[in-house]
């Protein structure tokens, strides 16, 4: 590509420059020319945009892969994993250690001190000594442990925070799933923009041959300037109409770009234009397992887990306890150990209504989430309804369009026939063949509409 591109400009360069003037041109002035062809080319390489052929299938797979919202949604579902683990505190143990210097003149303090290295002697029973004690160190070196035993509240915590990760990963398979349907719907797009280009391409190579014979015509003064200027506006109705097409393709490639996870500048091709899709298969009522429909399902069972936990919490808790401890004057010193070890039966007897208060508010929250889902399962059978009827109404259209199209094409070569015979004027031709332009591209919409709709049927019927 390189080396092509070096002797583009080398041939560019002695195409602009002639011999004579090549020979007496110093080095500044060719590598002047050189920078000018080189910034030229690479501008004209820039402005053109890479064309890349694509399916629907793969562009659904990259989608799925690097998509922002389904990448989101998998963080989301990371979270309530990690979230998760931590439960499993409620089973082991905890493990700290701690490295504590003192120093104290205080009685009680001091004594305890030198009890605790374990180097009390008769002397130190002396109450002077025991009243006005000079500055004693300590250095205490103390490792704890604590392990739950049994904390019913706790263990319906971790049953409560499995749901929340099963409603994140319900979450994260709708998002796919809207994705897909997003992609899908892309596609078309790009797909509908290509056919309208083809269309328009078609109608001007129309209109150019009408505007050849209409010329010659006039030429031979058989028709009128008029005539001429007729066809010529319609000429360029037809490249603005083939400009705009262009750039409704380059937008969506860029929206599918979007989607796919991919930096927008790319210019996708795509297979041809479907057919009318098959609708006798058609789902016709809504899955209890739809994605959207489990992770709703997931939040309440989380919600009656955490009203389990709090009616949990009446009761008592026994945990076990130790901790192992060095202590001694010196600060490297570990010259006396101990250990204390434990059970510990705790119970909240009275909290101020606080965990009755939170039970209630938790029951509010459970049953506001099933009355959520009851209206998301109406208006889900509703929107499957409405598809339905749109599917059915688009499928309707396909037919009447199919029609229209072989009559406008009819009525434009009876017309054309005439024309040929000067038996009609320019408008009435001009017209027929924007006639038959627009009921072939409201067929192909109406095929991309059919389609869209079968596949947000599909959305709604996974």
Do not use: C
């Not at 109608?203 to 010529?232: P, W």
């Not at 009609?424 to 038959?436: F, R, S």
């Amino acid at each position: 590509m390189i080396n092509q591109i070096a002797y583009n400009i080398r041939n560019f360069y002695y195409r602009i420059l002639p011999v004579t003037s090549r020979k007496k041109t110093g080095d500044a002035a060719l590598k002047f020319r050189v920078l000018t062809a080189l910034l030229f080319t690479g501008y004209i390489l820039q402005a053109q945009p890479t064309v890349k052929e694509l399916d629907v299938n793969e562009a659904i797979r990259m989608a799925t892969a690097d998509n922002k919202n389904i990448s989101l949604s998998e963080l989301d579902e990371k979270i309530a994993l990690f979230n998760y683990r931590q439960t499993t505190a409620v089973y082991l143990p905890r493990v700290s250690l701690s490295y504590t210097a003192m120093v104290s003149d205080n009685p009680l303090n001091a004594f305890g001190a030198k009890l605790q290295q374990r180097q009390i002697t008769p002397d130190d029973f002396n109450p002077q000594l025991l009243n006005h004690p000079s500055a004693t160190s300590d250095f205490m070196a103390t490792v704890n442990v604590q392990q739950p035993l049994i904390n019913a509240d706790k263990l319906y915590q971790r049953k409560s925070a499995f749901q929340q990760l099963a409603l994140y990963q319900h979450k994260s398979q709708r998002t796919r799933e809207y994705v897909t349907f997003l992609v899908q719907q892309a596609y078309l797009q790009l797909q509908l923009a290509y056919e309208a280009k083809n269309v328009m391409e078609e109608s001007l190579q129309a209109v150019q041959a009408i505007y050849t014979f209409t010329n010659d015509r006039y030429n031979q003064g058989l028709l009128q300037k008029s005539d001429v200027l007729n066809i010529e506006v319609q000429l360029k109705t037809a490249e603005t109409a083939i400009s705009e097409s262009t750039e409704n393709i380059k937008n969506a490639s860029d929206y599918l770009s979007v989607l796919m996870g991919q930096p927008v500048g790319m210019v996708y091709t795509t297979t041809s234009f479907p057919p009318a899709p098959a609708t006798e298969n058609a789902a016709d009522q809504l899955s209890q397992e739809r994605s959207d429909f489990k992770s709703m399902e997931a939040a309440i069972q989380s919600y009656n887990l955490m009203i389990k936990s709090s009616k949990m919490s009446y009761l008592p808790r026994l945990n076990a306890f130790g901790n192992y401890q060095f202590n001694d004057r010196k600060i490297t010193g570990f010259g006396a150990h101990a250990y204390l070890a434990g059970l510990q039966l705790s119970w909240d007897l009275f909290n101020g209504n606080q965990t009755r208060n939170k039970i209630l508010a938790q029951t509010g929250e459970r049953d506001k989430l099933k009355k959520e889902l009851a209206k998301q399962k109406d208006e889900a059978g509703m929107e499957l309804s409405k598809t339905q009827r749109q599917l059915t109404l688009a499928t309707f259209k396909i037919m009447q369009q199919e029609k229209a199209v072989l009559l406008a094409a009819e009525a434009l070569r009876i017309l054309q026939n005439r024309y040929n015979q000067g038996l009609v004027n320019t408008t009435e031709v001009l017209t027929a063949q924007t006639q038959l332009s627009q009921q072939k591209l409201l067929y192909r919409q109406a095929v991309y509409g059919a389609h869209v709709t079968t596949a947000y049927l599909q959305f709604l019927t996974p």
